[in-house]
């Protein structure tokens, strides 16, 4: 550092030159401000003689600081005198200039009246509120902190802010501000401002007496990749991709919400990611199967799920355990092959995996097509690529947009003819969800050894059966 | 746009820490550059990566211009920084390492801002040694810290750095013809060392701005001839700012020189809070707040008293 004996700086004749070009600069830009000062003073005095003057003089001055070149290096001290307020008019730049914002203390918690309870319980604590200064509406979420961990404030949440502070998409929730206790001398309430969305798509389903029209599907996937398509571009994985972390606003607007579990990740993905992320029944296999290098394609399988809850208004995968999800994505999506899945193998909890020995001719492929009769055939390639046992046989969200599924007819329905729903979040309480919780961190359950093997048995007893067949031959 | 941005210091900020504090310039400088320095060695010996390193520098120093310098023991503040970068981050580090490092760097066996010519300290590891009690009450100090830089910055703990834009960008101009792993090395050179700038270039420039006047001082330090033209101009940087980070880029070494001949407390490793309050009285400063004075006028009362009363003892 400084303390070596040899500057490492260059010569001092190239140091002076440039100082002295500085000072020359700096002092051009002194004469230059005195006299418009001096200008100023000038016409002011003008002014006071010949009022009737006064405009053309304005007119002068406004010339004048066109032709003078504009300071465009950030003033490092603010100017007290008003003459420079007028120096940002100047001609515009031609190179491109970032704006980062600036940084400051967190306001007060104070600035927001509390208006209801939207939620409580193991996600922590969420009111609806109103800023007093605009009377604006926002949804208030408070961050858990535990005050007995050593490891100081949760870094879920850390990361939560700050993910959400990058990001603006119209399909993934606003963060307005974090705002802090009225308390600042120990940082121990600290509350995140988002913007107020009325419903959640888990409340809607569970409501709605007739499921969405196909062109409402559509356009709540298509909003929804959009949303994850925009996360994955800028690197972030979602990893608790479910329909209670989806919110709906009544103009049809479906936004992303909870980046508890979210992160940045590169390309390639680094190693030994935790795999105690999203929701079990959300969970993608490799996960299961003990991964700890994974994609976005986990965010994609999750996709996969939501399709098919939106279509039943039933979660597709309602696993018990780890093991009796996996035996539940085998029977839909049929059993892994070294064809279907090459590498399956070779994670950590594949090995002591018992399959059944495939049966030439047996059912053992997806069942997704019986399972959604009224789905069309491009509706069930998408959903049979999302729900690819396979993460590198999913698309990525940017090509699902594109899917043949969202061109056909019926169209994706215009968001503001979404049907409304009663205002929920308003007043009432939420109906306690039925939702396994997302994991939380410690040990990873090992599945030990099981035995899959009796899991298609019962299919092939089906097809030996003498009963009717819908299917013509 | 993100990941090429940062939020920059607003003119009255910078106003603000010149012209409001009860510290002469040179002494917020000579504490701005040690504690930064004292991040760079922590986190050397907490083998975290310089890119994690460097940002925990550029918090610290948004953290001290929104906050007084004088609430907090200089180096809890920069353990709590680095702590805190580091957890977010992808190469976390426990609170138990942090703590030994900083005890290690602040004892009398370390060679932190030792005078180069003196011999190194003998290493006696009873001084780095932390008892459980010092070692929670640290522990205690930086989450505090945490929470508070957080509030300060509106827990915007996002920090675009200019590194890997400096390697685009010569990439682009072709590494100027010369041997790439010299110049690389030297714009990385000017841009570490523009982070313990107490002109605060992180905070009042663009990161696409740092990478150019590194690069532009790289090549005049290695006589390599640049494009004729104003090629500063296609990275969008203007001739004046360009300027402006060349000189202050190129002056940090002089600079720190000449601040450690000035200040005698920086050959005795890192300043502390006493050393600073020392410094303001050998100069008939007074450093301290409302309450501090109180307690001065309290015991200027009392002494008077006091005499008063041996006066009239003696008298009777």
Redesign the interface.
């Given at each position: 550092?400084?303390?070596?004996?040899k500057?490492?700086?260059?010569d001092d004749e190239?140091?002076a030159a440039?100082?002295a070009?500085?000072k020359r600069?700096k002092e051009e830009k002194k004469r230059l401000k005195t006299e418009k000062a001096r200008k100023l003073e000038e016409e002011k005095k003008a002014r006071e003689v010949e009022a009737a003057r006064a405009s053309q003089a304005q007119r002068e001055r406004e010339d004048e600081d066109a032709t003078r070149p504009p300071?465009?290096?950030?003033?490092?001290?603010?100017d007290r005198e008003n003459t420079t307020a007028t120096n940002t008019t100047g001609r515009s730049?031609e190179?491109?200039?970032?704006?980062?914002?600036?940084?400051?203390?967190?306001r007060s918690v104070e600035n927001y009246d509390k208006l209801n309870d939207i939620e409580e319980g193991a996600y922590g604590w969420v009111a609806r509120a109103q800023e007093q200064s605009t009377g604006k509406v926002v949804a208030l979420k408070r961050l858990k902190i535990d005050p007995k961990d050593?490891?100081?404030?949760p870094?879920t949440g850390?990361?939560e802010?700050?993910i959400l502070?990058?990001c603006d998409h119209r399909n993934v929730v606003k963060l307005q501000?974090?705002v802090?206790g009225e308390d600042?001398s120990?940082?121990?309430n600290?509350f995140l401002v988002l913007e107020f969305v009325e419903h959640d798509l888990k409340s809607i389903l569970e409501d709605m007496p007739e499921p969405f029209l196909a062109s409402e599907v559509k356009t709540l996937l298509l909003q929804l990749a959009s949303g994850v398509s925009y996360l994955h571009d800028?690197w972030i994985l979602h990893r608790d991709l479910k329909t209670s972390n989806l919110l709906l606003n009544n103009r049809g607007q479906l936004k992303i919400a909870d980046f508890g579990m979210a992160r940045y990740v590169g390309d390639p993905p680094?190693p030994k990611l935790t795999q105690l992320v999203v929701t079990l029944w959300y969970r993608a296999p490799e996960l299961l199967l003990g991964a700890t290098r994974y994609s976005q394609a986990i965010d994609m399988w999750s996709i996969g799920c939501i399709f098919g809850e939106l279509l039943t208004r039933e979660p597709l995968l309602q696993g018990k355990n780890e093991v009796d999800e996996l035996q539940q994505i085998f029977e839909l999506c049929g059993l892994p092959t070294e064809e279907t899945w090459p590498s399956f193998r070779r994670l950590p909890n594949a090995r002591a995996l018992r399959l059944p020995a495939k049966v030439p001719g047996a059912a053992t492929g997806s069942a997704v097509r019986a399972r959604f009769p009224l789905l069309t055939g491009a509706g069930v390639s998408l959903l049979n690529s999302l729900l690819a046992l396979d993460p590198d046989k999913r698309p990525a969200a940017r090509e699902m947009l594109a899917h043949e599924y969202f061109r056909q007819d019926p169209k994706p329905k215009v968001e503001a003819m979404f049907p409304t729903f009663p205002s929920k979040a308003g007043q009432e309480r939420r109906r306690k969800r039925q939702t396994p919780l997302a994991p939380v961190r410690g040990q990873a359950v090992e599945l030990g050894s099981v035995d899959f093997s009796g899991l298609f048995t019962g299919r092939d007893k089906e097809e030996r059966g003498g009963g009717f067949s819908l299917r013509m031959v | 746009?993100?990941h090429?941005?940062?939020?920059?210091?607003?003119?009255?900020?910078?106003?603000r820490r010149h012209s409001f504090s009860a510290l002469p310039t040179e002494l917020q400088d000579a504490i701005f550059f040690s504690a930064q320095?004292l991040t760079?060695a922590a986190g050397i010996l907490l083998q975290l990566p310089q890119s994690a390193t460097a940002q925990a520098n550029v918090i610290l120093a948004?953290y001290w211009l929104?906050e007084p310098l004088m609430t907090y023991e200089f180096s809890d503040v920069s353990a709590a920084a680095i702590?805190?970068i580091a957890?977010?981050g992808?190469s976390?580090r426990s609170?138990r390492d942090v703590s030994n490092v900083y005890a290690y760097l602040l004892s009398t066996s370390s060679s932190f801002f030792r005078?180069?010519s003196s011999p190194p300290p003998a290493n006696d590891p009873s001084s780095y040694y932390l008892s459980d009690t010092a070692y929670q009450a640290f522990?205690t100090r930086?989450?505090?810290i945490?929470?508070?830089i957080?509030?300060?910055?509106?827990?915007?703990?996002?920090v675009?750095l200019p590194h890997p834009l400096a390697i685009t960008y010569l990439q682009a101009l072709e590494f100027l013809n010369t041997r790439k792993e010299k110049i690389s090395r030297r714009v990385v050179?000017y841009l570490n060392t523009a982070l313990?700038s107490p002109q605060m270039l992180y905070l009042?420039?663009?990161p696409?701005s740092l990478a150019v006047a590194a690069i532009y001082?790289a090549a005049?330090?290695l006589g390599t001839k640049m494009p004729e033209c104003e090629w500063w101009?296609v990275f969008?940087?203007?001739r004046?700012?360009l300027?402006?980070l060349?000189?202050g880029m190129?002056?940090?070494?002089?600079w720190?020189?000449k601040m450690?001949e000035d200040v005698p407390k920086m050959k005795e490793g890192m300043v502390t809070r006493k050393d600073i309050e020392g410094e303001m009285e050998n100069r008939g400063l007074h450093v301290g707040n409302g309450h501090e004075e109180e307690l001065d006028a309290e015991a200027e009362l009392a002494r008077r008293m006091d005499e008063k009363v041996a006066e009239m003892e003696t008298g009777v």
């Open positions: 550092m400084a303390s070596k004996g500057s490492r700086w260059a190239d140091d440039l100082e070009q500085k600069g300071t465009k290096r950030r003033r490092l001290s603010p730049s190179l491109l200039r970032f704006e980062g914002g600036a940084f400051g203390r967190c050593r490891g100081g404030l870094v850390l990361r802010i700050q502070k990058d501000e974090v802090v600042t120990k940082i121990e600290i800028n680094p | 746009m993100a090429m941005t940062n939020p920059l210091a607003t003119p009255d900020q910078l106003y320095c760079q948004r929104v702590y805190l957890k977010v992808p976390p609170p005078s180069p522990h930086v989450l505090a945490e929470a508070r957080l509030y300060a910055i509106n827990f915007d703990t996002h675009a050179e313990l009042t420039s663009q696409n001082n005049k330090d101009e969008d940087v203007d004046e700012e300027g402006f060349v000189v190129r002056s940090v070494d002089g720190a020189r450690r």
